[in-house]
């Protein structure tokens, strides 16, 4: 016999079982709702300003937020989660590999029989001892899909601990910001009840001299009281402020030491980058991108179960026929088989069908993470010219506030009004201070969101995931 005749002989099993195996369904592509268009530029205009800082909240200038950031990357709990997931997504790669590989087993059997022959009962005791290997050949890929697939999801784990990282180290940022607020508001209400005390204090000598109404006192005493009421107020918001930032941080509840002060505080450089940067920034875009990747994979590799599967086997071993046999045969075996479907319900084509509808969802949280992305951005970028138009306003209005409350302090002294004018100028001149604080609070909160949106802090450490293993999705089967 010739080797071609040999080697159609060989694969006639395999070429007779692709023959009778069913078909696979079409393979549907990834829906076009789910696509994502990346916009030109930004609905702002805004150009290229500072480079995003990858440790962006050390230009706050605070050694002590830095402390508290270190503390956070090492011992919040929603961190150290996900790098849990991250080691079980390791696993599950090993896991992966492992099919790949032959399975070798040992075992060992043993019978006791009892027959009756020519000579009368007879007992015989086999033992048999031996090792046995199995190995799948992977002929069409799927198993290898399957491999790659679980590395794509253990590289989507890892950004998803990015996301975690970003989103902590943002959230505690914010929370420190608040708490500097709180401190500068709770000084100034201080310093205001102060000078509402004293302002009393010669409200009630005029009154009981008769230079002033009671209508006066009264008011007097209902502007010190109002200030006095916030004191407490603010005090109990700082305690609640320390222990979520204790938390963040991943210690128990207590004080906080600050390394600034609000009105002094240094401010990062506003960021900028292009929309079609953010797709490649922002961890929570990557993994969706990586699990889109993952879920496209697993749908060929369910596809692949249409075809037949090729399973080698060998084992070796010995047989002894009783303890005492010193003379065991050797036992050996060498066997294949080619398994191919024909008819399972049609189990396999709703495997089809739910592998199609999981790698449609994937495609679709991708385009809602992108979507989210590119809004997040606009917002935080619209911020910052709204919020510093806010802060000049409200600025001008106080700066105006404190000459009005000179005037009236000018005018009661010179005995031209009553004092409820002075009182008026001071409650407008101390809401517009608390406003003040507010109003730069909530501007410093949106630059922080906007590097939160950009992406700033992740790139450095991501980059084993961005480029060691890149999965760009032009690689991603669109149509078939």
Known sequence: MTRPDRVSRALSPLLLAMALTACAPARQAIPPAAQVEVPGAWRDGTAARSAIQLRWWQGFADPQLNRLIETALASNTDILTAMSRVDEAREQVRLARSSLLPRVDAVIGGQRVRDLGTSGIQHT????????????????????????????????????????????????????????????????????????????????????????????????????????????ELEQAIRQQENAIRLLTGTLPGAVTRGSHFDTIALPAVPAALPSELLRRRPDIRQAELLLAASDLSLDAERDRFLPQVQLSANIGQLFVNALDYDPERVWGLGGSVLAPLF??????????????????????????ALNAFSEVESALSGIHQFAAQAERVEARREILARSLEIARDRYRGGYSSY????????????????????EENRIGNLINLYQALG??????????????????KHIKRDH
């Open 344 to 369: 399972n319900g049609r189990r396999l084509e709703a495997g089809v069908a739910i592998a199609t509808a999981q790698r449609d969802q994937a495609a679709y949280r991708y385009r809602a993470s």
């Open 456 to 473: 700033g802090g992740w790139q450095a450490d991501a980059i084993h995931a961005s480029e060691e293993h890149p999965v760009p999705l």
């Open 420 to 439: 409820l004018e002075e009182l008026d100028a001071q409650r407008n001149l101390f809401n517009t201070e608390l406003a003040v604080i507010q109003i």
């Open 125 to 232: 005791t086999a033992f048999q001892p031996e090792l046995q290997v199995s190995y799948e050949v992977d002929v069409w890929g799927r198993l290898g899909k399957l491999r790659e697939a679980a590395e794509l999801g253990y590289q989507a784990s890892e950004a998803d601990h990015d996301a975690v990282r970003l989103a902590v180290v943002s959230t505690l940022v914010r929370a420190y910001i608040s708490l500097l607020s709180l401190d500068y508001q709770l000084q100034v209400t201080r310093q205001t009840a102060e000078s509402r005390q004293e302002a009393l204090r010669i409200a009630g000598d005029r009154a009981s001299l008769g230079y002033t109404s009671q209508l006066e006192l009264t008011q007097a005493q209902s502007e010190y009281e109002a200030a006095a009421q916030l004191i407490p």
